[in-house]
């Protein structure tokens, strides 16, 4: 065992998070708490993971939901590709693995939504096999542990690290050294780090050599696009209504407001509803909003267009009681804007 490993497994017994409540060794709930725990804290992931297993205890209880209620239990946890994944992979271990996940980093890697690291993780979790993580955190306790330059998402840097990492496990304790390497990244070797409580700070070479917040190397600035889209919110006494999002995008599957690209005034806004179907009584536009993606920047016009009258509703149109939100999965912009709305 290298002395990182041996410091680290002590240190995660003694000083890591070992209550939370996915520290388990079934693999469906490994699974579904490493695909929540990316790119998201676990201060967030806490609740909704124990909504979630409420209602999808097993994976065969996930693979026969409708996808509408999968992404109703994933709404406002964001990244929505990784909810239709999720179902998609259930669905698959169900029809192809009988309901038993596969006990490889090799064959869960080859499952719908679930890349290298994250088999790994399950891997380890749950199999006890001799794999490495490697996700944001990770990657920034190695690049510092062993002053390797470069941005992480360069194809050379990112294949070193993972040698690096793979080289770094130990032969046993596999829990405990790949929960310690995500507690120690995730609490410990921080963007701002507290190298007085790191297990490894002794050996740490960016310590050694006073380069601890110039490591990682920071990825090359790129300008992030920027896109305007109106936001019709049609309502009537305490009822909304709500199109399903079918086309390719972040928000396939969830519920929305109609939009439409650039910035209407309320005229405009009323004639696209009235394009729509729609009869209009009067419009208001209301507070812009402003939400980043990870690509990109969108600055929301929000329009309330009181109607007289909504279309019948079908499995992709709602007209829906504001109190009612809850039940159906919408992003947490929409959520915010309609919330307010209902709220004055």
Known sequence: MSLFSEKLIAWQKSHGRNDLPWQVKDPYVRWLSEVMLQQTQVTTVLGYFDRFIKRFPTVEALALAHEDEVMQHWAGLGYYSRARNLHRCAQTIV????????????????????????????????????????????????????????????????????????????????????????????????????????????????????????????????????HTRTFLLLW????????????????????SLPEVDGELDEELAENEAQRMGFEVRNAKLLAPYTHDFSHYRLFMNPVAINIKKAPMSDENHLFIEASNLDRVGLPAPILAIVSKFFSV
């Open 236 to 255: 009537q006494d305490d009822r909304i209504w709500l199109e399903k999002r079918l086309q390719k995008g972040i928000w396939q599957g969830l519920f």
């Open 95 to 226: 029809d192809q693995y009988q309901g038993q996940f596969p006990c490889t980093r090799e064959e869960l890697e080859s499952l719908p939504g679930i890349g290298r690291s994250t088999a790994a993780a399950i891997a380890a979790f749950a199999f006890d096999a001799r794999e490495t993580i490697l996700d944001g955190n990770v990657k920034r306790v190695l690049t510092r542990y062993l002053a390797i330059e470069g941005p992480v998402n360069q194809v050379s840097v990112s294949k070193l690290l993972w040698e690096k990492a793979q080289a770094l496990v130990p032969e046993t304790q596999m829990t405990a050294y790949t929960q310690g390497l995500m507690d120690l990244g995730a609490l410990v070797c921080t963007r701002t780090p507290k190298c007085d409580l790191c297990p490894v700070a002794s050996h740490c070479q960016a310590r050694e050599q006073g380069r601890q917040l110039e490591l990682p190397t920071p990825n090359p600035k790129k300008n992030r696009p920027q």
